[in-house]
């Protein structure tokens, strides 16, 4: 079983440049998440979806945009990275209702130089 | 304040002896709380929820729940080397609202 899967699990980037994290579930789960994870700052949102159709803001949504593609999918989109944004970044995923043990996906590291 | 409040820690437990993490969160209305284990490098995993008040036991794990006072915790009885990792506390409000939120985690670290 797959579960949770992102890509890429590592990736450099130069400050300004754009790119998009990948994040797929097989669990047909409802709802997903994308955080960041910083030392020190435990698991940050930035972005969650409830359903398919629908996204909303978390705690640190500046520089980031998404898009639920479908109820499978859910990408994360820097327009222009910038060093703040190094991070090791999770996608979860989980069943709407009392039951909503999260799954995460294995992390995208992610350095801005 | 915070929306899911624990002590960074880092907190040192000899093996054997019981590991107490504590959580405390803002939100009233919040219906689910789950406790993830992380070790260093990898991702979450969930070892407890607990959805009402009081204990709720799981081998060597016991999830406590405090509506009233916004509080829960976490026991580890006769803590293992293996039990060293990062303690996540999370928070759902359920009920249309799937905003899953994490506090900022306790490191705990058995000493043989």
């Known amino acids: 079983n797959a579960g949770v899967t992102q890509t890429p699990k590592f990736q450099v980037l130069k400050t300004g440049q754009s790119m998009t994290l990948q994040c797929a579930q097989d669990m047909n789960h409802n709802s997903m998440y994308w955080y960041r994870q910083d030392p020190g700052m435990g698991l940050r949102l930035i972005y969650y979806s409830a359903s398919e159709g629908t996204t909303d803001k978390g705690e640190v949504p500046n520089g980031y945009n998404v898009s639920r593609l479908n109820k499978r999918e859910f990408s994360l989109r820097l327009e222009s990275a910038a060093p703040s944004q190094t991070s090791v970044y999770f996608c979860?995923?989980?069943?709407?209702?009392?039951?909503?043990?999260?799954?995460f996906g294995q992390g995208t590291r992610l350095t801005v130089v | 304040q915070k929306e899911v409040e624990q002590n960074s820690g880092p907190l040192s437990v000899p093996e054997g002896a019981i590991a107490s993490l504590n959580c405390t969160y803002s939100d009233r209305g919040s219906q689910s709380f789950f406790w993830y284990r992380q070790y260093s490098g990898k991702s979450p995993e969930l070892i407890m929820s607990?959805?009402?008040?009081g204990d709720k036991e799981d081998g060597r794990f016991t999830a406590q729940l405090n509506k009233a006072s916004q509080y829960v915790s976490l026991l580890i009885r006769d803590s293992q080397p293996s039990d060293s990792a990062t303690y996540l506390c999370a928070v759902n409000m359920n009920f249309g609202n799937e905003k899953l939120t994490f506090g900022t985690g306790t490191r705990l670290t058995i000493i043989p």
């Open positions: 607990i959805y009402s008040n």
């Open positions: 979860a995923s989980s069943e709407r209702g009392e039951d909503t043990e999260a799954f």
